[in-house]
């Protein structure tokens, strides 16, 4: 493979913990000035992965390089990366400017150019007007903004960035993430940033990396992965699908009929695929892509009987679990068209068997 085409190169990597292992075989390839996001529940071996890249943990095997480069057994001073970490781990008695300072310092940096690229790293994440003040002083996102122009005033080509917004709230996580996706098209860098929470990664993500287990399950746009999650788990991590098993029972030309273990028969569009009748099958619906009605049933669309067992409202948007005689589905509602939904009610759970996703597990 050519290393030096990307910015990080993730080869064969395991690493164990005792009896444990947290990354198995491990490997991804990761472009220049991308944003690449790390997704995956906690124990994923997400923050094993990244304190990989940046030489805190040594891998048992494999090797890591940057920018073609082996670093495999460099310490993390000598890597080319800067990481930022959840708990800010500002210095508490420096001030801001010293906080930002301290690693151009150690560096022997002239107090002129220190001042410089302070100024210049402290105006990108705009905390220019709070250079004397103490962490003390400083809200979390303000401190979070510290510790990130900290790592940025290295110009590293490579940010990693673990769980950095876990500990803000809800509203500042969402301004922060805008933030940081707009500081990285404007620096052009890398940023590698681990996150358990989809939203955050498909909000931020040019490329979103799904792990569990210790193992990558899928690599692709936020998009590609929304569309075709390559398993059931991805399918339900990535926006929380209704994950149905099943058996082929019927083939007519493009479309399948599946019985569905949730007590009922569903059609999918299986153009493209090689599927045979009699196969074991595992499908997935969102919640979003389905929708209910009393009794009509509109062109271009197929239905499965159910009666109301629950709805909750969420904001913009209603929830309503389905039952549907051996199982349950959920069906997401926009506010506007649950209106008529109540408790006990019959209805038909309509879907179009082009959006049923088939899942390769
Ligand atoms: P994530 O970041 O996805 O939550 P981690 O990479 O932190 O997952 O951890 C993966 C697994 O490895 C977890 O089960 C965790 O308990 C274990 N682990 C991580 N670091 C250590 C360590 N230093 N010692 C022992 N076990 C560890």
New binding site residues.
């Given amino acids: 493979m050519n290393t030096s085409s990307y910015s990080v190169v993730v080869d064969n990597v395991s690493k164990r913990?005792r009896d444990?292992i947290?990354l198995d075989r491990v490997s991804l390839s990761i472009e220049k000035g991308k944003f690449i996001v790390i997704l995956?529940p906690?124990?994923?071996?997400?923050?094993?992965l990244l304190k990989i890249i940046a030489g805190f943990e040594k891998p048992d095997s494999g090797k890591v390089y940057l920018e073609g480069e082996d670093v495999t057994n460099k310490p993390p001073y000598k890597r080319n990366v800067n990481t930022v970490f959840q708990n800010y781990a500002l210095f508490p008695h420096m001030t801001v400017f010293d906080n930002v300072a301290f690693g151009l310092r150690m560096k022997g940096y002239s107090r002129d150019e220190i001042a410089r690229k302070v100024k210049w790293a402290l105006d990108l994440v705009n905390m220019g007007s709070h250079i004397n003040k103490y962490p003390t002083q400083l809200s979390g996102g303000e401190q979070q903004r510290v510790a990130l122009a900290r790592a940025l005033v290295n110009e590293p080509p490579v940010l990693l960035l673990d769980e950095p917004l876990g500990q803000l709230d809800l509203k500042l996580r969402r301004r922060m993430q805008r933030e940081l996706k707009d500081l990285q098209r404007k620096l052009g860098s890398t940023f590698i940033h681990?996150t358990h929470d989809q939203e955050e990664a498909m909000s931020m993500a040019d490329i979103i990396v799904v792990?569990n287990r210790g193992k990558i399950l899928q690599v692709g746009t936020p998009e590609e992965i929304y569309e075709n999650p390559s398993s059931g788990f991805v399918a339900d991590f990535i926006g929380e699908a209704n994950i149905l098993k099943g058996v082929v029972r019927d083939i007519d030309r493009n479309s399948i009929t599946i019985e569905t273990d949730r007590g009922f028969s569903i059609r999918a569009d299986s153009s493209g695929k090689d599927i045979d009748v009699g196969s074991n099958i595992i499908i997935a619906i969102r919640p979003e892509e389905l929708m209910l009605s009393r009794s009509e049933v509109p062109e271009g669309y197929r239905h499965i009987d159910g009666v109301v067992r629950d709805y909750i409202f969420m904001g913009s948007f209603v929830d309503c679990y389905i039952d549907t005689g051996s199982g349950e589905l959920r069906v997401r509602l926009p506010k506007g068209e649950a209106f008529w939904i109540e408790r006990r009610a019959r209805v038909k759970v309509l879907y179009r068997p082009d959006r049923v996703r088939i899942l390769s597990q």
């Avoid at 906690?42 to 094993?48: C, P």
């Fill in positions: 913990f444990h947290a995956g906690s124990g994923a071996g997400k923050s094993t681990v792990m």
